[in-house]
């Protein structure tokens, strides 16, 4: 089974400061992709960004990017020019690229993002 | 607008008592899963449905129920609330090589 680990429980970062997340998984597939979600206190699942395995390009969504090192099973998050409003909870999720998966996710433990002014 | 449906929003039920969760979504997703998350964790398979008529038990099934008469909708059922089962449950959609669209949670209490 796939494990997704989030080694930082809490992140501090000051408006307009650059913060990376940290994400490792384990895994023997070759097919695969993987998320990060926001969550804010409102609870709501958000989107981040998303990376296809079989993709060599780093993903990018406006001021969040992602270092994806396919042989280290690291997948990191990077916030550039923080905000207030990206203070949340940070999942990275981990779905296989089989069909026999039937598209279930693996969640890490989450990070909590901080914002200070 | 379109996306995943969840009701209700907060419950509070005695250690005994059942419930369901509803859950609907109208984008014709044919997959859809109920994750809980417990307090500092992340979320936790409980069972999955890739169809009408189709479901599966996830990495924590036990003391709860599922089923898929309609694309549509895929309730939750909590047979005999247990403490334990307080938690913040979502649903989600999606096409098999999709995205998910997640549900906004139930934060269940059981006291």
């Known amino acids: 089974a796939q494990t997704v680990t989030q080694s930082q429980p809490e992140m501090s970062v000051q408006e307009a400061e650059t913060v990376t997340l940290s994400c490792t998984y384990d895994t023997s597939e070759s097919d695969y992709y993987l998320f990060w979600y926001k969550q804010p206190p409102s609870r709501q699942m958000i989107l981040v960004i998303r990376?296809?395995?079989?993709?060599?390009q780093n993903a990018t969504e406006n001021r969040f990017s992602v270092n994806f090192q396919k042989a280290a099973k690291s997948f990191s998050l990077k916030i550039s020019d923080s905000q207030l409003g990206d203070a949340a909870m940070y999942f990275c999720?981990?779905?296989?690229?089989?069909?026999?998966?039937?598209?279930?996710?693996?969640f890490g433990a989450g990070t909590q993002v901080v914002v200070t002014p | 607008n379109a996306g995943v449906t969840q009701t209700p929003k907060f419950r509070i039920l005695k250690i005994g008592q059942s419930m369901t969760l509803q859950c609907a979504q109208d984008m014709n997703h044919n997959y859809m899963y109920w994750y809980r998350q417990d307090p500092g964790m992340g979320l936790k398979l409980i069972y999955y449905s890739v169809g009408a008529g189709i479901t599966d038990k996830g990495e924590v099934p036990n003391g709860y129920n599922v089923s898929r008469s309609t694309t549509e909708d895929f309730p939750l059922r909590l047979e005999l609330a247990a403490p334990s089962q307080t938690s913040v449950y979502f649903c989600?959609?999606?096409?098999?090589?999709?995205?998910?669209?997640f549900g906004s949670g139930t934060r269940l209490t059981v006291v």
């Open positions: 989600a959609s999606s096409y098999p090589s999709g995205t998910y669209t």
């Open positions: 999720a981990y779905r296989s690229g089989t069909t026999d998966s039937w598209g279930k996710f693996q």
């Open positions: 990376q296809e395995a079989y993709k060599q």
